[in-house]
């Protein structure tokens, strides 16, 4: 399988410990993008990198979250003292960029990893 | 916050009618697109259309998209209950310096056999 994968598939953890989660992109992708996505809205963007520079963070990003890719491969995403607000869907997703020829932010997305804070 | 706002928010039809769904977003773009997520599932990317364009096709899909009113529209042909999904537009917007698509709240369709 050469699509993008995430594990755990579901965390269940209690309120204050923290959790990581891991992306395995499309192997030659260059760019790695993180979303949260809670019951019945669309995925909202967490942060992404190029290679192993993280080049946007949103606001939505707390500093109880921090994001690395340090060999511009696999990225995880670790949440410290969760709280009940952080349960949803994490969704990762990998593009290739090119710096040549026309804009093409298609992104490929994983399966993503469902979080439950009890 | 997101831009896109899609319409209906669900929509049920029976097999073999056509589904249309409409998307609205409001800042100018590089290009929009379309995604499916089947419940609990990941995003899987459907169609991509560029501001320069007016009309795409890909199988039994349609998309359609109007800059000047800032809309787009998906339309899926002779559907299959295995349409069944939630169905997301995503906007790539323009100047920012921003890389992120920008989703709507999805149109949550069901298609009885």
């Known amino acids: 399988d050469t699509g993008v994968s995430q594990d755990p598939r579901h965390k269940i953890t209690k309120r204050g410990q923290n959790v990581t989660f891991r992306c395995d992109p499309i192997?030659?992708?260059?760019?790695l993008y993180w979303y949260r996505q809670t019951l019945g809205q669309g995925p909202e963007f967490l942060t992404y990198?190029?290679?192993?520079?993280?080049?946007?963070k949103s606001r939505l990003l707390s500093n109880r979250f921090s994001a690395e890719r340090p060999k511009g491969s696999f990225s995880t995403l670790e949440i410290q003292r969760t709280e009940q607000g952080d349960s949803a869907m994490y969704l990762c997703?990998?593009?290739?960029?090119?710096?040549?020829?026309?804009?093409?932010?298609?992104?490929?997305f994983g399966p993503g990893t469902r979080l439950t804070v009890l | 916050s997101q831009q896109g706002e899609e319409d209906p928010q669900a929509l049920s039809i029976q097999e073999g009618e056509n589904a249309t769904m409409n998307c609205s977003y409001k800042?100018?773009?590089?290009?929009l697109q379309w995604y499916r997520q089947n419940s609990g599932r990941g995003l899987v990317h459907l169609i991509l259309?560029?501001?320069?364009?007016r009309e795409k096709h890909s199988g039994r899909l349609r998309v359609t998209l109007d800059t000047s009113k800032k809309s787009s529209s998906l339309l899926i042909t002779a559907s299959r209950a295995a349409d069944t999904a939630s169905y997301f537009c995503?906007?790539?917007?323009?100047?920012?310096?921003?890389?992120?698509?920008?989703f709507g709240k999805g149109t949550k369709l069901t298609v009885n056999p």
């Open positions: 800042t100018s773009i590089n290009n």
């Open positions: 990198f190029q290679n192993e520079a993280q080049l946007e």
């Open positions: 192997s030659e992708h260059n760019r």
């Open positions: 259309i560029r501001s320069n364009e």
């Open positions: 997703a990998s593009s290739l960029y090119l710096w040549a020829g026309g804009r093409n932010n298609e992104q490929f």
């Open positions: 995503a906007t790539d917007p323009r100047g920012g310096g921003s890389e992120k698509l920008v």
